[in-house]
T-cell receptor
């Protein structure tokens, strides 16, 4: 699976949009971009994923560049409960053993 | 509500003792997974199962065992052969194992050694 690079930390003001970047310059054509987050002492929470088109759901939007070498997760109106570590992952379409490999992630602190 | 339930939330093991962690899902997912997370670390895959009565070793299966007798259940046994069992254990499930199938996680079991 392709390696991802994320900033180690970022702060965000409550009520503002949080834009979380991820670089995955070695991504291949059959790899999906996934985002998860993990709040302290809880299991990771799935947020969103995409292949090449931009995606939106009730939690966030995912913007993938045309060359697919980077992406941005957008939390449209950050709340204090969005404080967590956010992980960007790429996953290949594979028949078996499709494990998730989490990198360092971005520690997001939403401030009042 | 549909989801994944792990129990207990906290578990203590004595030296030489086997303990079993429970994982139940009502999402009608075929695939289930067990991961281990150590402090400040990412996830490491212990075992996974694509279908009932079938399971495969992950990257760190030594000292662990699993069963998959029912679609909804995938218990993990931490045996006395696992010399460093203190960790946060996470169970996940997905509709299938393809790259387009997100894995959904339970809230974990924290295992400590007495």
């Amino acid at each position: 699976d392709a390696k991802t690079t994320q900033p180690p930390s970022m702060d965000c003001a409550e009520g503002r949009a949080a834009n979380l970047p991820c670089n995955h310059s070695t991504i291949s054509g059959n790899e999906y971009v996934y985002w998860y987050r993990q709040i302290h002492s809880q299991g990771p929470q799935y947020i969103i994923h995409g292949l090449k088109n931009n995606e939106t759901n009730e939690m966030a939007s995912l913007i993938i560049t045309e060359d697919r070498k980077s992406s941005t997760l957008i939390l449209p109106h950050a709340t204090l409960r969005d404080t967590a570590v956010y992980y960007c992952i790429v996953r290949v379409w594979k028949a078996a053993g499709n494990k998730l490999t989490f990198g360092g992630g971005t520690r997001v602190l939403v401030k009042p | 509500d549909g989801g994944i339930t792990q129990s207990p939330k906290y578990l203590f093991r004595k030296e030489g003792q086997n303990v079993t962690l429970s994982c139940e899902q009502n999402l009608n997912h075929d695939a289930m997974y067990w991961y281990r997370q150590d402090p400040g670390q990412g996830l490491r895959l212990i075992y996974y199962s694509q279908i009932v009565n079938d399971f495969q070793k992950g990257d760190i299966a030594e000292g662990y065992s699993v069963s998959r007798e029912k679609k909804e259940s995938f218990p993990l046994t931490v045996t006395s052969a696992q010399k460093n069992p203190t960790a946060f254990y996470l169970c996940a499930s997905s509709l299938g194992t393809g790259g387009n199938q997100p894995q959904h996680f339970g809230d974990g079991t924290r295992l400590s050694i007495l």
